[in-house]
């Protein structure tokens, strides 16, 4: 399956990140199948650039973002709000469950 990640670059204690569609077995800079932007945390207020018709193209072709390159692509509204993660209170009503059906 393809990802959407961001693959390091730069110095060292200075990161840049390009933005890459990648298989998710691939190491994180390791192969990729195409750059489609970079991302600049250092700056204030950090830089985006995209290639959006390319993120868009991929997306509609099965990719699928990773947590961090999600929640960038919805600041920039090309892609819906990123899924909550479940809370830990709903694991401990599991387990309280498990224990009273016992």
């Known amino acids: 399956m393809l990802r959407i990640r961001l693959r390091r670059t730069g110095k060292k204690k200075q990161p840049t990140y390009r933005v890459v569609v990648a298989d998710q077995r691939s190491p994180r800079d390791g192969a990729f199948v195409e750059v489609v932007g970079q991302y600049n945390p250092r700056t204030e207020p950090s ?10 193209y991929w997306l509609e072709h099965g990719a699928q973002p990773s947590e961090t390159v999600h929640r960038l692509l919805h600041g920039r509204g090309l892609i819906g709000e990123p899924p909550k993660r479940p809370a830990v209170a709903a694991k401990a009503e599991r387990v309280a469950a498990a224990g009273a059906a016992e």
């Not at 830089?47 to 868009?56: C, G």
């Open 47 to 56: 830089t985006l650039v995209l290639q959006e018709e390319r993120v868009k």
